[in-house]
């Protein structure tokens, strides 16, 4: 049975740091893209990174371009995303979410077959 399991999140001042986790259980991460999402009170679903399973390529939003950097460490089966720089607009739950490669747009929810529960972040200003 696969698990996503999110943490890192928490309250962090503007401008501050947090590195998001997500371990991955009963799938291989090798194999699959990964991406975050974000869900804000009252908003939609909104991705902000993802990364390609083998050719190592990137997209962001373009709110969190330049600050947000998604990264995964397939030995630990652990994907990653890294805020800095954040501000107050950045306050959501963060989720990840995997799936089989496929072509598209990699920052679509509907897109992702595995979720994980979320973490929720916080920026206060």
């Known amino acids: 049975q696969f698990q996503l399991v999110e943490s890192g999140g928490g309250l962090v001042q503007t401008g501050g740091s947090l590195r998001l986790s997500c371990a991955v259980s009963?799938?291989?991460?090798?194999?699959?893209?990964v991406a975050w999402f974000r869900q804000a009170p009252g908003k939609e679903r909104e991705g902000v990174a993802s990364?390609?399973?083998?050719?190592?390529?990137?997209y962001y939003a373009n709110s969190v371009q330049g600050r947000f950097t998604i990264s995964r460490d397939n030995w630990r089966n652990t994907a990653y995303l890294q805020m800095d720089n954040l501000k107050p607009e950045d306050t959501a739950v963060y989720f990840c979410?995997?799936?089989?490669?496929?072509?598209?747009?990699?920052?679509?929810?509907?897109?992702?077959?595995?979720w994980g529960q979320g973490t929720q972040v916080t920026v206060s200003s």
């Open positions: 979410a995997v799936t089989p490669p496929f072509a598209g747009d990699y920052l679509s929810a509907d897109e992702y077959e595995y």
């Open positions: 990364g390609s399973n083998r050719r190592g390529t990137t």
């Open positions: 009963g799938l291989i991460l090798e194999d699959l893209i």
